[in-house]
């Protein structure tokens, strides 16, 4: 995620046209604050939820919304989503490029027994519980009409207490609602992955990649090799996926990115590994030490990196040093 994360300004409207259609009055100036192009600030994005729910006095406001969601509203990642061949392929392109539509949270694809879970981890905290059902709602809703109503999920967990009206829950979204679950989930059956989408278009899908790529570009900062960098040395146990996740995007992206400037993670990660571990071992850390804070299982591990590394032991460096 960006140092300033945004939102996709047809999300923005999205919420300005469900306050019109509802009668909701916002407070003076707010909208005149919204950006006429670009992107929103999440910290007005804050503002306005806490605005539009607060005027609504409506509990279930943020699956309502969220049902109320077109393609057109998430960016041309709705429009990607929808022109892909498969359920499998949607999913795979949504984990990669939610940033766009909002830097406000991530998705990720876990399973479970028998279960698929798509699950989304939000980063804010004004009108948590809104938004994220506000998202779920939409998820859900557009899985199925991109598949011509063949996708139905077993459930929708949801990680916040049970409501009191927890029938309203299931009427609206069509499917049963566990609360108090570990994550903010969309549950279905894996064989679902393979569902053909209505309006598949290989051609429109792959031009709307590219689009897609360069407007995840513009919300990375350049470097991506320095910024990888700069995260190993903070946390030298990362892998790939925790890196990715913490530049706000997916983990091919991130093999992408890293192609264009000429490496890759493993390389990146080696040199600053060895770059660590000199620096340590010259200060006079014993081997075990270093093992442990650059993650590996075991002294013997890290002495066989190093000495592939640097040519040496690591006890032989640190005594020539």
Known sequence: MTADPTVTLRFTRA??????????ALPAGLEGRCPADGRTPLA??????????????????????GLDLQVGHLDLVGMLLMSCETQGEALDLLLEYHPIVGEGGDFHLEH???????IYEPRYSVRRRERVEAVMACVL???????????????????????????????LLGTPVRFGRPANALVFDPELMAIPLI?????????????ADQALD???????????????????HRGKEQVAEALGI??????????????????????????IAEEQLAHGETVARVAERLGFSDESAFAKAFKRWAGVTPARYRDTT
Do not use: M
């Open 218 to 236: 513009a919300l990375t900062p350049s470097g991506a090799a320095g910024q990888v960098r700069a995260l190993l040395r903070e946390s030298p």
């Open 15 to 24: 919420i300005l046209q469900a306050a019109e259609q509802r009668g909701i």
């Open 250 to 275: 997916g983990g091919r992206h991130l093999v992408r990115r890293l192609q264009e400037e000429g490496t890759s993670f493993k390389l990146l990660r080696a040199t600053v590994l060895q770059q």
């Open 141 to 171: 809703n557009l899985t199925r009409w991109i598949t011509g109503n063949h996708f139905q999920a077993r459930a929708v967990e949801l990680t916040e207490t049970p409501p009191a009206d927890t029938d309203r829950y299931e009427a």
């Open 199 to 211: 309006q598949a278009n290989a051609d429109l899908r792959d031009h709307l990649k590219t689009l």
């Open 44 to 65: 007005l994005q804050d503002e306005l939820w806490e605005a539009f729910c607060a005027a609504a006095r409506d509990p279930l406001i943020g699956l309502k919304l």
């Open 112 to 118: 479970r027994g028998g279960d698929s879970l798509l």
